[in-house]
């Protein structure tokens, strides 16, 4: 009996954890649409929708981890976004934000040269975006009866 209830506890135990957490917040013109999963929740994915603003959307990753308290944005523990590139001149690149989990919303951003070097490029306050407020794709079944679906009939 102990064991089946060890068993039981270490399965909730790990559904709970397993839950994924989103992580939505603006930057200027970007929307940050990110979500936390793994055991424990340290893992971040998702992509930066640039609809608002010139470019493409970027897909992001990275994990969170501790930050100094006196490396911009000040604050720790940091979800760190890495969106890499490819940059000039055949050179890899890649941006980093840092944005807290919890708190006021402020962030840092970085570039790294892929050679070691990571230099502050900007910091600042964003916006926090809930949840329930990004667009989702719409799931519903297209309707294909035949009065929506064009005739291909007389095309040779």
């Known amino acids: 009996m102990k064991k089946l209830l060890l068993i039981a506890l270490l399965t909730l135990g790990t559904v ?7 992580v939505h917040f603006n930057i200027g013109c970007a929307n940050f649409l990110g979500t936390r999963s793994g ?34 944005p000040n604050v720790s523990p940091v979800d760190d976004f890495n969106l890499p590139f490819f940059g000039l001149y055949g050179l890899d690149y890649a941006y980093d934000y840092l944005v807290p989990e919890k708190g006021a919303c402020v962030f840092a951003s970085y570039i790294s040269n892929g050679y070691g070097g990571l230099y502050l490029l900007n910091s600042g306050a964003c916006t926090r975006i809930a949840d329930s407020a990004v667009p989702r794709p719409n799931k519903a079944k297209p309707n294909l009866d035949s009065k929506t ?4 009939t007389g095309i040779r």
């Open 16 to 22: 709970a954890f397993a839950a994924p957490v989103p």
């Open 39 to 72: 055991t424990p929740k340290k893992f971040l994915f998702g992509i930066v929708d640039r609809s608002a603003c010139p470019g493409i959307n970027v897909a992001m990753g990275g994990f969170q981890h501790g930050n100094p308290l006196t490396i911009p």
């Open 149 to 152: 679906i064009p005739s291909l």
